[in-house]
């Protein structure tokens, strides 16, 4: 085996030597003779080739190389030769050679990072070059205490690499030696150099060699029984997401089970030694402010049943107007904490008009690890950015959604709607589905992707088209833009801005919202898995009779209608009848999912998102009625008045003080209209290049119907269609 030595400038780094870097040489002050006595500490006369190690003081005359160097200043060969080529076999060998050529200023680096010598020294902690890099190697052992790898870890004034040496080798636990006298309590933390700053703390600790993810299923039972155990990842979504695993594997043991979350101060991606060094903080506080039991317990007696006007206040500290928008919304988001009562929501609007203000907003009342916010997103990136490659299955990816909340930020296309149709239908729990993927070398190639569980989805967009096969699957809502919700929403932007700290102080310690988080994640805990509806009868009974003339689309209807009723039993369950994992909805429920479905039904059954129906409603019948509201019956067999493009977007500007656009309005609003039957759109008699707008359901002297009369979207009134019949050429009857 060959033998390398290390390089004169590591060397002289490692005893703490000043020098300064000239070209290809190093100089410092002579280290054999007292040449340098009387010189300035800018003035220098040993100097060192960089590449060969070799030494020439150019006042005394001292030559020699590292060796003689070495040899001078009292250090072995063994301080300064590595036996680390490419062919170097790993074993316990290997292991002591690093850990005596680990460098003074690298010893300084660990013990900065809260290890102790005796700590360094009793794990072998060493230095060497592997990969053609410096590393700080970290020897790993087996469960039966041999020697298996070193973790690496890049010279930190270099880089924050990590990697195994040899490459390809399977995690473990560091430090399997530990387990067997672990008696009382200990931490999973995620990294071996914060476990060994807390091994210099005296408390006793463990982790995986291969990252947040990586702990095994067969590892908990060599942790034992009745113990406390605290997971401590780090601070960023990997770090949390990976103590929830490790903690729902420890579940069903005999031990008890706590995560610790680090305090915001340690940074996004702070770690433990962040928290130990950076803050100095408290070790018994991370066991006590800082450890949450898992499951985590919430004393429900603080909480009493919660009507909607309630929620509408405490959801109004923030959203502005849009009360039955802000309820759904919120009864969405909630039905993720069940198993199949999910239901879906599709915000339609214009830019500007805060379509995924409101869901984002809701969001933040509820645990950040269940909610996923997508800006754009193509289909194959959302399975890789949300999946996890399945360890059995190579080339299979693993979306587990279930109770997850999903709102996907102003996307300007469904295509990805497309591909969770099954899901958003809830088919099946577990769906396979196939993506193509690009490789350099291999072209196109095939991933299975198993999509896992039933979320609640929020979709929100400005393209006011909509499929209906996604349409059918959707709540329609689009936000309030009316002037006072403005205006409102202007002041609390102001609010906000002037001083964002003391708002957000305000905010985060106003009891009601404080309390509603709270009660937000003791609904999650409980588990709800069922939601069974006892007076089903009420339901059948008072949904027959708003819908008098049955249609298909009645049959989804009914559906999200049932799972409003039981997100309201769900936000009161512990006042509801419970067997388990399963509780009743009550009459109350029933009677409150009602009010607001009477609210949201009209433009759910035509298909339209609200910002469509009511512009066909404030604007199109209102300038129908003005243009042709007068006209008396001695000229009812005349042609009736259209409305051109251009007079709809006057008015459109007149009753919203916003301009509308030119080709969303030809391209997407008026097909809309004339798909769900309530205008039609003819040439104009007297210039055959204008298109005339007709509205085909109120008539402007006819008194305002109910829902249940318009929902055929056309008027089926004979009497009144004959009566009013104009000039345009057209099966279909106009006012």
């Known amino acids: 085996m060959n033998q390398q030595t290390i390089t004169i400038k590591e060397y002289l780094t ?7 870097e000239s070209g290809k040489e190093l100089v410092t002050q002579c280290l054999f003779n007292d040449c340098d006595n009387d010189s300035s500490n800018t003035e220098s006369h ?9 030494y020439d003081c150019k006042k005394c005359g001292e030559k020699g190389n590292i060796i ?8 072995s060969i063994n301080d300064i030769v590595l036996n680390l080529q490419k062919s170097t076999k790993f074993d316990a060998g290997l292991v002591e050679t690093c850990h005596l050529a680990l460098p003074a200023n690298i010893r300084q680096y660990l013990n900065d990072r809260g290890i102790i010598d005796t700590i360094i020294d009793a794990h072998k902690l060493g230095w060497g070059k592997f990969y053609g890099k410096q590393w700080i190697t970290i020897p790993i052992k087996d469960i039966y205490g041999v020697f ?9 004034n270099v880089g924050n690499e990590k ?17 067997p006298n672990i008696t009382e309590k200990i931490i999973i933390c995620e990294g071996e150099l914060d476990r060994l700053a807390l091994l210099s703390r005296n408390i006793s600790a463990i982790t995986s060699t291969h990252g947040a993810m990586t702990f095994k299923n067969e590892w908990v039972e060599k942790i034992g029984k009745n113990k406390k155990i605290y997971i401590c990842f780090d601070n960023d979504e990997a770090g949390k997401k990976g103590a929830e695993r490790v903690a729902k594997l420890l579940e069903n043991t005999e031990n008890e089970i706590y995560i610790i979350t680090l305090p915001q101060e340690v940074g996004e991606s702070g770690d433990i030694t962040d928290y130990l060094i950076k803050l100095n903080g408290n070790t018994d506080d991370l066991f006590g402010k800082y450890a949450k039991e898992y499951p985590e317990k919430i004393d429900t007696s603080q909480f009493k049943p919660i009507s909607s006007q309630e929620l509408i206040e405490i959801l109004g500290l923030t959203i502005k107007k849009d009360e039955e928008n802000k309820i759904v919304t919120f009864l969405c988001e909630l039905s993720a904490f069940t198993e199949n009562s999910q239901f879906n929501i599709s915000y339609n609007a214009p830019s500007s008009t805060g379509k995924s203000y409101i869901p984002t907003e809701i969001a933040r009342l509820f645990p950040e690890e269940d909610v996923v916010e997508i800006g754009y997103c193509s289909p194959t990136a959302f399975f890789h950015d949300v999946g996890e490659q399945d360890e059995k299955r190579k080339g299979c990816i693993i979306v587990d959604l279930s109770r997850k909340i999903l709102i996907f930020l102003d996307q300007p296309h469904t295509q990805l709607l497309e591909r969770l149709r099954p899901l958003l239908s809830h088919d099946k729990k577990e769906i396979s589905i196939k993506i193509t993927d690009k490789n350099q070398k291999q072209g196109l190639r095939t991933k299975n992707v198993i999509l896992r569980g039933y979320p609640s989805v929020i979709f929100c967009t400005a393209g006011l088209r909509i499929d209906e096969q996604e349409a059918t699957r959707f709540l329609l809502l689009s936000p309030e833009i009316n002037r006072e919700k403005i205006r409102q929403g202007i002041l609390e932007s102001i609010k906000k801005e002037a001083d964002a700290e003391s708002y957000k102080k305000w905010l985060d310690e106003n009891p009601e919202r404080k309390l509603l988080k709270e009660r937000i994640r003791a609904i999650k805990l409980e588990g709800i898995k069922e939601i069974k509806i006892a007076s089903y009868q009420t339901i059948i009974d008072r949904f027959l009779s708003e819908n008098k003339v049955l249609i298909p689309r009645n049959q989804r209807d009914i559906k999200r209608l049932v799972s409003i009723i039981k997100s309201f039993a769900l936000i009161n ?18 009677e409150q999912a009602f009010k607001i479905w009477e609210v949201i039904s009209v433009s759910q059954d035509i298909n339209l998102p609200p910002y469509i129906y009511n512009l066909y409603q404030e ?4 300038m129908w009625n003005d243009k042709n509201g007068n006209r008396n019956d001695d000229f009812i067999e005349t042609k009736l008045l259209g409305l051109s493009r251009q007079e709809l977007l ?8 916003r301009m509308l656009d030119t080709n969303q309005l030809r391209q997407q609003i008026l097909p809309m209209l004339e798909t769900a039957g309530l205008i039609i759109q003819e040439a104009d008699p007297n210039d055959k290049r204008k298109i005339l707008i007709y509205p085909t359901v109120l008539s402007a002297r006819a008194p305002k119907l109910n829902n249940s009369e318009t929902r055929s979207g056309v008027n089926t009134n004979e009497e009144n269609n004959s009566e009013l019949r104009g000039g345009v050429n057209s099966d279909l009857e106009i006012l």
Request: hydrophobic share 35%; proline share 2%.
């Open 14 to 20: 490692r005893k703490g030597i000043k020098f300064y």
């Open 46 to 54: 040993l100097y060192f080739d960089t590449e060969t190690g070799q």
């Open 68 to 75: 003689t160097l070495a040899k001078h200043l009292g250090d």
């Open 148 to 156: 298996q790898f070193f973790k690496l870890r890049q010279d930190p």
């Open 163 to 179: 990697i195994t040496y040899p490459k390809g080798v399977e995690a473990q636990i560091y430090d399997w030696e530990i387990l």
């Open 573 to 590: 369950l512990w006042w509801r009848e419970k067997n388990g994992t399963t509780i009743t909805a009550n009459e109350d429920d029933i």
């Open 619 to 622: 604007v199109i019948l209102k």
């Open 650 to 657: 006057q008015k459109h500007f007149e009753v919203y003080g």
